[in-house]
């Protein structure tokens, strides 16, 4: 009877370990704010990428999608798209989760989600959609191409997009 107890004290303190490190790590690959106004956050990144001249980068998804933390750590920990990011725009991040669907903004930028989650979205400084990005074109096996998201990041940026770049002279 003994060995019994000790081993259920045992396996409930096994489990409480276990969950406090699940919510640890819920906690820490919590990057999406279901409660933001998007759209607020979205109208000052539209009005500080027309100041600074850069444009938009709109990430939609949600903390319960595994690529989408995944896509947010490699942007974040690669230090060359992290400074392009830098250089060249104003990064939001949308929620997609069923606490805040977001519904007006998908549905203001022609539903994204149809391309799944995470979506990329960029902006000009009018806050215009020139592109929507499906990041499965960004994969390689099980993370992302650091190739492919470094072109899709300079192919939509603002100096990419300058008419007179390509004017002939």
Not at 87 to 95: E, G, K, M, R, S
Request: positive net charge; hydrophobic residues 40%.
């Amino acid at each position: 009877m003994k060995t019994l107890k000790l081993f259920i004290i045992i396996i409930l303190a096994f489990s409480c370990s276990l969950s406090a490190q699940n919510k640890e790590e819920k906690e820490k690959a919590a990057i999406y704010n279901p409660t933001a106004d998007a759209a607020k956050d979205i109208e000052a990144a539209v009005k500080l990428a027309k100041e600074q001249q850069k444009h938009v980068l709109i990430q939609i998804g949600g903390n319960w999608c595994p690529w989408c933390i995944k896509v947010h750590k490699f942007l974040a920990e690669n230090a060359l798209l992290d400074s392009i990011m830098k250089a060249d725009y104003i990064f939001v991040l949308v929620n997609y989760s069923k606490e805040n669907r977001n519904y007006d903004i998908l549905k203001k930028f022609e539903y994204p989600q149809r391309f799944g989650f995470p979506v990329f979205i960029v902006l000009d400084g009018d806050g215009k959609r020139l592109h929507t990005q499906d990041s499965g074109f960004l994969e390689k096996e099980d993370s992302y191409d650091l190739k492919k998201m470094k072109i899709f990041l300079l192919t939509w940026n603002k100096g990419a997009l300058n008419p007179g770049k390509y004017e002939e002279k």
